[in-house]
């Protein structure tokens, strides 16, 4: 196993490097050094060594907050980890072909840049590091960054936060016009659903973040629509695995509108929580996710099993409910199954 490079000199090595771009990739080519399991201890070593340099610390603090400026966030908030509109069969072939044939990687999107410091082989160690480990990098980035930096860096991915926050409404709003959704459950068509509810509650949510006139009431309603909404996917679901049936289509549509309404939810409390260890915990938690999207970027495993879950469930079900014919209690019930089975039927 090669030696791990101590936590001190790679800081020294911050100096060293031509940007931003190559100091994040220090900081994660180090974390990836060694074993995964041994990832969150490498992770406290760095902290503790930016800790005792303050200069390297505060160096290092801005070229996240520059990287973090210069591209686009919300390409990561709505892709990243929620399923795209294509089907199971074309995202297989893709996810197959960029293993083959990866695509060149565009230093000005954020999934080629994530994917430029993390990739497939790193799973492991990005789940050894737990959130509290994060949260120290987190508190020492936040407190060794030049305050105008901190200002505009937050500034700017508010208003991604805020983009995001719609286009993730408008996509729930589109879902229920799907035929496999309508199949299932009809009064889609016929009613307001929560689904149209929560475009409109959420383009004046982010107009009232961003005018900074947000109202309580305002928030309380929103999360009422949101509850209704997941809600309405747990019926549909339910309706489906009970009674209609499910195609494989069908259970990807609902992971996916599960996959966007909590992507919502953590968007949201990001821009609402006022408390800054709850605003950093949900900060972590979605930076967390991105990171393990960016390993399963290319698993053809991992999208087939999300995508077929609640498929699985149906056919379980059905089963299960044609088993007990198949169950003989008496001798009379024996045979008569055997006769059945003889005959074919």
């Not at 309405?232 to 549509?253: L, T, Y």
Request: positive net charge; glycine residues 4%.
């Amino acid at each position: 196993m090669p030696a791990i490079t101590p936590a001190f000199k790679v800081i020294d090595g911050f100096s060293l490097c031509a940007n931003d771009t190559e100091r994040l990739d220090v900081f994660f080519t180090y974390l990836r050094e060694g074993e995964p399991k041994l990832a969150e201890l490498r992770l406290e070593q760095l902290v503790l060594a930016l800790a005792n340099s303050p200069s390297q610390a505060a160096l290092f603090a801005n070229s996240v907050c520059n990287e973090a400026k210069k591209i686009k966030l919300s390409p990561a908030f709505v892709q990243l980890g929620i399923f795209s509109k294509n089907g199971l069969v074309t995202d297989i072939f893709r996810r197959l072909y960029n293993k083959v044939n990866p695509p060149p990687k565009r230093c000005n999107d954020i999934n080629d840049l994530l994917s430029y410091f993390v990739g497939g082989e790193d799973k492991a160690w990005v789940k050894a590091i737990s959130h509290k480990c994060w949260f120290k990098l987190y508190r020492l980035l936040v407190k060794s960054a030049a305050p105008e930096t901190i200002r505009s860096t937050g500034a700017y991915i508010k208003s991604e936060l805020c983009y995001s926050l719609e286009m993730l409404s408008i996509w729930i709003a589109a879902e229920e016009l799907d035929p496999e959704l309508l199949r299932i459950d009809r009064r889609l068509s016929e009613v307001d659903s929560p689904f149209i509810a929560l475009q409109r509650e959420t383009h004046q949510l982010v107009n009232a973040i961003n005018n900074d006139t947000l109202d309580p009431k305002d928030r309380a309603h929103f999360w009422v629509i949101i509850e209704q909404c997941q809600q309405q996917v747990k019926r549909i679901r339910a309706r489906g695995i009970n009674q209609m049936g499910f195609s494989a289509h069908a259970s990807r549509m609902l992971e996916r509108l599960d996959q966007t309404l909590n992507r919502m939810v953590l968007l949201i409390q990001i821009l609402d929580f006022r408390h800054p260890h709850q605003k950093a915990r949900c900060v972590l938690n979605l930076w967390r996710q991105l990171l393990i999207s960016v390993t399963e970027r290319n698993s053809v495993r991992a999208i087939y099993r999300k995508s077929t879950r609640t498929f699985a469930q149906s056919v379980t079900q059905n089963k299960s409910n044609h088993g007990e014919h198949y169950i003989a209690k008496t001798k009379n019930d024996y045979f008569k199954i055997l006769r059945g089975a003889a005959a074919q039927g």
